[in-house]
Structure formats: structure tokens, C-alpha cells
């Protein structure tokens, strides 16, 4: 299924997500910046025919924005038209107001209670940019598929939507949010793999330019550079290539579309021309191998 949707995933990746999906756990995934864990989510969700609910994490992060509030304008509203009338019953307006069409449903409450009544894939995506109060606060959502609104009480799925948890393992995230989960390091593939995923995603590329962006890719990653670059680095650099109608790696080309692979200029500035030039050696003797497997 990931396959037939541009994901190639190793056997125990592929493992580890059909146990999630099996086992109705939520599947965490641990990685490198660019090597794929939010496409996992967003595959799973086009190969099962499901919707997407996608909650961003980032410092700060509260249950306002993450899983419901108030819609107070509404509530106003409704407090000045019952109060234009002649009898007001207070105890009956305060019920009123906090009913559930006057509920902004946030990503995690989305998830738990789709519109169409079917379970969605709930991406919880860099996980490790919210702070620990929230990571508190998910327990019970990964535990019981849950939200509880003091005003409403408990709301719970009918059917656990599939969650998928990733983290750039800026900060390590808490033991108890990982022991609800299924665990994943997703690593930088090899040779071969992201071979298969330059030729899926970038068709026009030249089969041997291919195999030495890859080769050359593999390369920077053995070396001590501050960002190696990811597969979404490798894909851009060869589109970038293949924009300027490049069939080959040469000194010139590589040096003026570092950019597209590496983001730090201190990275970049350590392929000096020399280094550039025995990287594209290698990579050609690299690619020729790669052609052979």
C-alpha cells in the first residue's frame, strides 16, 4: 500500500505501521528532519481512503488551539437576544450557551469526532517543538481516545482514529507518551531505496544523473556537516537539476545549486571546490555500482 502511493519504506517500517494499524496503537515516529515521517501520515490517509487532521505542534501549544474553545462572539449573541425577552430563565440560558454548537472543534477534537462519523488519520506532527504541559495532556487522548470539556463532560471516539506522532527529537519526549505508542526511528534510507524514491518522484530526471545525486547525497551524509540533508533535500536538488536540463554532475553545477541540499552555510562552505570535486568522483564510480544492483 505505502508502495503503490510513492512510499518506500524498509520491512521494519512497514512493520511497525501495519502493528499500529493492527493493533489500533498510535505509532511514534522518530527521525532526522526530511527522511519522511510526515508522509508516512499523509500516505496512510490516501491509502485507506481517510481524511487527514493535521496538528502542527510549536512552543506554546494549548487545548485552546489544539482541541476545542468557546466560540464567545456566538455566545454573546445569544445571551443578549434570550435577555431582549420578556422572561430570562438563567439557570436554562447557562445550559444553553455551553451546548455543543457553540463548540470550535480543534484538531484533536476533530479527530475523535469526525463531521462524517469516520475515524481520520490524526497526524500530531514535531511533537517535540510543544512543551511538556501538553505532552501531559495528550495522555489521556492516546490512552482512551478522549477529550473530557468540564462543561460537557467526557467525549470519546466511537473508533480510535490512526495516530501518527512524529519528533525531530529536538527534546527528548516523556517515557509515558512513548509507552502508549508503537516506536519508530525512521533513518536516512540507502543507496538503493532512495534511488527508487529520486526515480518514483522525479521522473524526468536522467537515470544516470540519478544515480549520482543519490551517490553524491549518500556521501555528505558520512560527513560531519551540521544538517545532512534529507530525502526532501535530495528530491529537490534533483528537480533542481533537472530544471537546468543537466544530465551529469560537474563542479560548476554542484557548487551553484548547493542550496537546494544543504541549508547552513557553514555546511556549504565546507564543499570547497576540491571537496566538490572529489565527491563527484566518487559519486560517478558511486552510480556506476548502483546502476549494476
Known amino acids: 500500500m505505502l508502495e503503490r502511493h510513492d512510499y518506500f519504506a524498509d520491512r521494519r517500517l512497514a512493520t511497525s505501521v501495519f502493528l499500529a494499524l493492527k493493533m489500533q496503537r498510535p505509532l511514534f515516529l522518530e527521525g532526522e528532519a ?26 506554546g501549544l494549548d487545548t ?11 455566545q454573546m449573541i445569544e445571551i443578549r437576544l434570550a435577555e431582549a425577552g420578556d ?9 444553553n ?19 462524517d462519523g469516520i475515524a481520520p488519520v490524526l497526524l500530531i506532527d514535531e ?7 501538553f505532552e501531559a495532556y495528550l495522555l489521556e ?5 478522549q477529550v473530557t470539556i468540564p462543561e460537557l463532560g467526557a467525549i470519546k471516539a466511537s473508533e480510535p482514529p490512526v495516530v501518527v506522532i512524529t519528533s525531530n527529537r529536538t527534546r527528548e519526549i516523556h517515557d509515558a507518551i512513548k509507552r502508549r505508542c508503537l516506536y519508530h526511528w525512521v533513518d536516512y534510507p540507502d543507496a538503493s531505496r532512495e534511488l527508487a524514491i529520486v526515480k518514483r518522484k522525479v521522473p524526468g530526471a536522467d537515470v544516470r544523473l540519478s544515480q549520482e545525486v543519490v551517490a553524491f547525497t549518500q556521501q555528505l551524509r ?18 533542481s537539476l533537472v530544471a537546468l536540463d543537466r544530465m551529469s554532475l560537474d563542479p560548476d553545477t554542484v557548487a551553484n545549486t548547493l542550496g537546494a541540499l544543504l541549508k547552513y552555510q557553514d555546511d556549504i562552505g565546507a564543499i570547497t571546490p576540491e571537496v566538490a570535486t572529489r565527491l563527484i568522483t566518487q559519486a560517478k564510480k558511486d552510480a556506476v555500482e548502483l546502476g549494476v544492483g
Open 141 to 145: 487522548v492516546l490512552a482512551e481516545y
Open 97 to 115: 450557551i455551553f451546548a455543543e454548537r457553540f463548540l470550535i472543534r480543534r484538531p484533536l477534537l476533530q479527530a475523535l469526532k469526525p463531521d
Open 64 to 74: 485552546a488551539s489544539a482541541v476545542y474553545e468557546w466560540n464567545y462572539p456566538r
Open 222 to 239: 558520512s560527513m560531519d556537516l551540521f544538517k545532512s540533508p534529507g530525502v526532501a533535500e535530495t528530491l529537490d536538488w534533483a528537480e
Open 127 to 133: 511533537l517535540d517543538r510543544s512543551d511538556e504541559p
Open 87 to 95: 422572561h430570562v430563565d438563567r439557570d436554562a440560558l447557562s445550559n
Open 34 to 59: 526530511g527522511v519522511g515521517k510526515t508522509e508516512i501520515a499523509k500516505v496512510l490517509a490516501a491509502g485507506l481512503g481517510r481524511s487527514l487532521v493535521r496538528l502542527q505542534c510549536y512552543e
